[in-house]
């Protein structure tokens, strides 16, 4: 079990304070859940720290990975997403660019460049575009005959972004040029299960 008493849970708010703490909102708590049973199971002697931040506007969500890095996460893991949009740009180097401490964000569950969601702007995920940050995507998981395939997931978040530019650990890669993204920063890095059918 990893709760308060055993000193496995720690809840902060995005001041790094124990209280106060925001009031509850169901569609966040359900994916609050999920991510952490699922990082408790994938490192079972890994301690959660869970930031809640007082509303989801990007600057508090900033707010609340600076105070992660701050009360020591060595990880810093992000379920939230929006399409890319001028305005963030400024948040990418005083939110998102924690040298020695991975900070990873969902891809989106939106498809390429956030078509799949009417009325968000079309794009790369942010923060996933950044390039500081690890951007994870989603796959797909089927069963036959006890042999396991994981292929990409239609609604996984994906594209270039128009924003931020690729970093050379990037840009550099061979055959880069083939994601069409030019200079800019391909999205996702890395994919593990994210679709709903299929998995968690």
């Not at 496995?8 to 569609?27: H, I, M, V, W, Y």
């Not at 989106?108 to 702007?121: A, F, M, V």
């Not at 690890?134 to 996984?156: C, R």
């Not at 840009?171 to 069409?180: R, Y």
């Amino acid at each position: 079990e990893c709760a308060s008493a055993n000193g496995c849970f720690t809840k902060l708010n995005q001041e790094g304070k124990a209280s106060p703490l925001p009031k509850n909102e169901g569609g966040w708590a359900a994916e609050i859940s999920i991510d952490l049973q699922m990082a408790h199971a994938t490192c079972q002697n890994c301690h959660m720290l869970l930031i809640e931040t007082k509303s989801e506007e990007f600057g508090d969500l900033g707010a609340g990975v600076n105070a992660a890095v701050a009360a020591g996460a060595s990880v810093v893991s992000n379920s939230y997403g929006e399409g890319e949009e001028p305005a963030y740009s400024s948040l990418a180097n005083s939110d998102f660019n924690h040298p020695g401490v991975p900070i990873l964000a969902s891809s989106g569950d939106c498809g390429y460049i956030d078509e799949g969601c009417p009325g968000r702007p079309v794009g790369a995920s942010f923060p996933a575009d950044v390039p500081t940050v690890v951007a994870v995507g989603g796959t797909s998981l089927s069963e036959t005959g006890g042999v396991w395939k994981s292929t990409a997931w239609e609604e996984g978040g994906s594209g270039c972004s128009t924003l931020f530019n690729a970093g050379a650990w990037q840009s550099e890669q061979a055959g880069f040029a083939a994601t069409g993204c030019g200079a800019g920063r391909a999205v996702a890095d890395v994919s593990a299960i994210g679709d709903p059918n299929t998995g968690v």
